[in-house]
């Protein structure tokens, strides 16, 4: 009987090892046009405004891997927005969902920004985190480094997901944000019915033992 439950345990350990990662969404702005007061292809701001900038931008604004574009979550209006994904991504019952990105400190300033990540269904499932990004001058990229962040929920009913970002800076200096993916890991419905055999077969060998 221990070894049928220590079966059991095993499986489940390994069962999310039996399904692989696919991508819902990334963005690594690299398609966008740098623009004061922009909105990124396929996301939405609402609440203030974002830039979209250039590596190198103001000879101190370094975007990830020191190229491309990223985004600076405190607008030129001074009224940071909530970035958040334009089209929800479609959240499937039992689906484990992860996000990871980018962030980084803003070379304009020596100031510490508090940036609020949301990632969820349109439900209770999901997960809400504050980051403490800090800056300072930049001479080079290594004076901001970008940290890669991940973010995981599991749902447990059908619907529709977001993630978004928002910055509480109010001075035109915000955060910087690069690379943002998401990705999804389904339970196999295979996995479901080896899961839900193993625990009959444990349940008949109490019942037998009982008896």
Not at 82 to 89: G, I
């Amino acid at each position: 009987m221990k070894k049928k439950i220590a079966l059991i345990a095993s499986c489940a350990v390994l069962l999310p090892c039996m399904a692989q990662a696919a991508t819902v969404f990334t963005d690594n702005f690299d398609g966008d046009t740098p623009a004061l007061n922009a909105v990124p292809t396929g996301w939405t701001v609402s609440g203030g405004t974002v830039d979209i900038v250039a590596n190198g931008t103001y000879g101190t604004i370094y975007c990830a891997g020191n190229a491309g574009n990223c985004i600076d979550l405190d607008g030129s209006t001074g009224a940071s927005g909530t970035l958040a994904l334009a089209t929800s991504f479609a959240v499937t019952s039992g689906t484990t969902y992860t996000a990871t990105f980018d962030l980084a400190g803003n070379g304009r300033a020596n100031q510490t920004d508090k940036v609020t990540v949301n990632f969820a269904d349109s439900g209770t499932d999901g997960v809400s985190k504050v980051y403490s990004i800090v800056g300072q001058p930049a001479s080079s990229p290594a004076d901001n480094p970008f940290t890669t962040y991940t973010l995981t929920f599991t749902a447990t009913s059908s619907g529709t997901g977001n993630l978004s970002f928002l910055d509480d800076s109010t001075n035109n200096i915000g955060a910087i944000l690069d690379n943002v993916t998401i990705s999804a890991v389904p339970l196999p419905a295979a996995a479901w019915l080896l899961l839900s055999g193993l625990a009959g077969m444990g349940l008949m060998g109490r019942r037998r033992l009982a008896a």
